[in-house]
Each structure stands twice: as structure tokens, then as C-alpha cells.
Nanobody, 121 residues
Framework: QVQLVESGGGLVQPGGSLRLSCAAS????????MGWYRQAPGKQRELVTV???????NYADSVKGRFTISRDNAKNTVYLQMNSLKPEDTAAYYC???????????????WGQGTQVTVSS
């Protein structure tokens, strides 16, 4: 079994910072892309950022220059550093990873349970 566990959400004032973490655990053979999505109330889930196994990154235009994704392959963990937070960043943030488990020929997409980020004064 493979699972993703997120941490680090919370309430922060506009202009503040938060750091999210997502650790993958279980019978992991390899991890390809890891990323973060978010979903605000009444809106569709959207891609925030993704990092490949080789370290290449991509960001939504709305977070470029403010958010930074990184990963620690030794710990099977991905991080999201969020700076200069705005009220419109308020959403549930979900970790996503493409993981191949031991004994499996193919990789599968896994999701974390979500962590709430609220930006408000």
C-alpha cells in the first residue's frame, strides 16, 4: 500500500508564508512527478505546481514568483513553500504523486487527504 500524508496547512494573514509537506510511504519502488493541486469552494481543482524526478518544475501563472516546490528523494517527500500569500490562495491543497509500487509493472496516481490553507486578516 502507498499513501501520501500532508501537513503544514493553517490560517495566515495576507502577505504571510506557509510551508506544506507531503510524505509518501509504503512499498515504493520509484516516484515520478510530484505536485500540488488546490481546490477553492465552488471551483474546480487546479494544478498549482509540479516537480519531476529530475527536478524540473512548472508553476501556475497565479503563483509564479511566490511559491516554490522542492522534493527530497531520499525521504520521498515534496514541499511547497508559499510566500506573499493572498486571500485568493485560500483553498484545500492536495498532494499528488505518480508512484510505482514494488511488484507493480506500472505507476499509479496517488492523492493526499488535503490540507486547508486560509489566508485572511
Amino acid at each position: 500500500q502507498v499513501q501520501l500524508v500532508e501537513s503544514g496547512g493553517g490560517l495566515v494573514q495576507p502577505g504571510g508564508s506557509l510551508r506544506l509537506s507531503c510524505a509518501a510511504s509504503g512499498t515504493i519502488f520509484s516516484i515520478n512527478n510530484m505536485g500540488w493541486y488546490r481546490q477553492a469552494p465552488g471551483k474546480q481543482r487546479e494544478l498549482v505546481t509540479v516537480v519531476t524526478s529530475g527536478g524540473f518544475t512548472n508553476y501556475a501563472d497565479s503563483v509564479k514568483g511566490r511559491f516554490t516546490i522542492s522534493r527530497d528523494n531520499a525521504k520521498n517527500t515534496v514541499y511547497l513553500q508559499m510566500n506573499s500569500l493572498k486571500p485568493e490562495d485560500t483553498a484545500a491543497y492536495y498532494c499528488n504523486a505518480d508512484i510505482r509500487a514494488y511488484g507493480s509493472r506500472w505507476s499509479h496516481e496517488y492523492w493526499g487527504q488535503g490540507t486547508q490553507v486560509t489566508v485572511s486578516s
